[in-house]
C-alpha cells in the first residue's frame, strides 16, 4: 500500500494564474507559503518558510480563480506531483507541484469579503454519516 496526501495549511504568496487547456478545462496556479518557528543552537528564535507550488484543476481552478488573492490564508489538501521538463538549452530539470483535491479559505490578510469566513471547496464525492459509520469495521 502507498499513500500520497499533503495538507498544507499558508498564506497565498501572489495572486493565482489561470491557463485553459485546448478542451476549455482550467488550470490555476499560484505558490503558497508555509512557515515554523524554531530555536537555533544559540536559543535564538529563528522563522523558515517553505513555498509550495500549487495546482488547481477544473471547477476548483474556476473557484480558485474568483476567491483565492494574495495573502489569503488557505487549508489545502491533495496530492505531490514531480513533472519532468527539457528547458530551452536542453537541461532536463523536474518541478514539484500540489495537486489540489479539496481547498479551504480560513480568512486573509485583507478582508475583503467580511461575511466570508469560511468556504470548503472539494473535489471528493460526499459522503453522509450513515454512509461512513456503515463502512466502519466494527
Known amino acids: 500500500m502507498s499513500v500520497n496526501k499533503v495538507i498544507l495549511v499558508g498564506h497565498v504568496g501572489k495572486n493565482p494564474e489561470t491557463r485553459a487547456f485546448q478542451d476549455g478545462t482550467g488550470v490555476t496556479s499560484f505558490s503558497l507559503a508555509t512557515s515554523e518557528k524554531y ?6 528564535w529563528k522563522d523558515q518558510t517553505e513555498w ?9 481552478s474556476e473557484i480558485a480563480t474568483k476567491l483565492v488573492t494574495k495573502g489569503t490564508q488557505l487549508y489545502i489538501e491533495g496530492k ?9 538549452a536542453g537541461v532536463e530539470k523536474y518541478s514539484t507541484n500540489i495537486v489540489v483535491s479539496s481547498l479551504q479559505l480560513l480568512g486573509s490578510k485583507e478582508v475583503k469579503a467580511p461575511s466570508i469566513d469560511y468556504v470548503e ?3 471528493k464525492p460526499s459522503q453522509s454519516l450513515g454512509d461512513i459509520l456503515e463502512d466502519l469495521p466494527f
Do not use: V
Open 39 to 44: 530555536k537555533d543552537k544559540s536559543g535564538e
Open 52 to 60: 509550495h507550488n500549487i495546482s488547481c484543476f477544473g471547477k476548483l
Open 80 to 88: 505531490i506531483k514531480t513533472n519532468k521538463y527539457t528547458d530551452k
Open 121 to 123: 471547496i472539494s473535489t
